[in-house]
């Protein structure tokens, strides 16, 4: 029994640390594709010091040397944002989808060379549609609405500076396409099992 009350308050600041890492990040990740708005190619001191302050909270004893440029920046912030979207307590081992980390972000063109990383849902492990996969599926939505909501709010900062607005614009639509395929999709998903559920329910009457 005490060593019931000692795991909860545990478990629960630990998951607390967790969503703060990941609102951290996102913050990184908004500072990222503010100055990549700006035409700017280069990480400024000011944001590799967080990133590198990130992956220190993170309990990375010698993290790599913080990212040179923002591409490289960009990548290094989303693969955390991926661990700790892996790191759920709800689904604690997720199985990888596809032959990458489940959410593992792929790479889409948009406009002037612009690239931008969509996600995707991750699998059932092995084929089980547990409550737990579920609230990964939902997760990984909410991310992927997080997402269009930075890349929505650049785009009419964009076009209120007159810089750039049709680069941002694509970029917008595309978080937007990605957002609502994955909604769709896990709509399907929910779909599909509680037609599942009422074909059980109903032989479990019949018999």
């Known amino acids: 029994m005490a060593a ?62 913080p990212p040179a440029t923002l591409h490289a ?12 979207m892996a790191a759920n307590p709800n689904h604690p081992h997720p199985n990888r989808h596809a032959g990458r980390p489940s959410g593992q972000p792929v790479m889409t063109r948009v406009a002037d060379n612009r690239v931008w990383k969509v996600l995707a849902l991750p699998s059932a492990p092995n084929g089980a549609t547990d409550a737990a996969w579920l609230e990964l599926v939902d997760c990984t939505v909410e991310r992927a609405l997080d997402r269009w909501c930075y890349a929505q709010q650049h785009a009419a900062r964009a076009a ?3 810089f750039k607005a049709h680069v941002a614009a ?8 990605n957002y609502w395929e994955l909604l769709v999709e896990a709509e399907r998903i929910n779909e599909r099992l509680s037609a599942r559920q009422r074909v059980r329910s109903h032989a479990a009457l019949r018999t």
């Open 73 to 84: 920046a960009h990548d290094l912030v989303f693969a955390v944002q991926q661990r700790l």
């Open 4 to 65: 019931a009350t000692i795991d909860a308050p545990s478990e629960g600041a630990a998951e607390t640390r967790r969503r703060s890492l990941l609102a951290e990040s996102d913050v990184l990740l908004d500072d990222v594709e503010t100055l990549r708005l700006r035409d700017q190619t280069e990480a400024p001191t000011r944001l590799r010091e967080a990133i590198h302050a990130l992956q220190l909270r993170l309990g990375r004893r010698n993290p790599p040397v």
């Open 170 to 177: 694509a970029v917008a639509e595309a978080a937007w396409a």
């Open 160 to 162: 209120r500076e007159h």
